[in-house]
């Protein structure tokens, strides 16, 4: 467990709406052992922009565009449709109308997946 949890999460959420999809899966693969493995604080901009760098990405430009007015504007109705949808936290994911949250229910996702 990351010594740094729960942490605001804001900046990295204004990185990943910065990104079009494909870039916003190779953020994830990037931030998500840095945090969950590592150990990481990715609250310091510092080891963020250390990570970015290591991951392909032009970290200053990504960093200076995660502070535009409109990519955070983008940020609070993501997150307000988010809210309003049912999200409960990372990761949420639906399944028609049905909500499932952590990871542990992936396997069964999956199951439903296959057999639907």
């Known amino acids: 467990m ?5 942490f605001n999460s804001i ?3 204004r990185l990943l ?4 999809s494909d870039d916003q899966t190779k953020l994830s693969e990037a931030m998500t052992p840095a945090i969950w493995e ?3 604080d990715v609250r310091d901009a510092t080891t963020a922009l250390m990570v970015l760098t290591k991951a392909g990405f032009d970290a200053e430009s990504l960093a200076a565009k ?3 007015p409109a990519i955070k504007q983008a940020v609070i109705d993501s997150t307000k449709k988010a809210f309003e949808r049912g999200v ?4 949420t994911f639906f399944i028609g109308e049905q909500v499932f949250f952590g990871k542990e229910l992936l396997g069964q996702i999956e199951e439903m997946l296959e057999n639907s």
Do not use: M, T, V
């Open 38 to 40: 590592e150990g990481l």
């Open 66 to 68: 995660a502070q535009e």
């Open 11 to 13: 900046n990295l959420l």
């Open 88 to 91: 409960l936290g990372i990761p």
């Open 2 to 6: 990351n010594p740094k949890l729960p």
């Open 17 to 20: 709406i910065s990104l079009g």
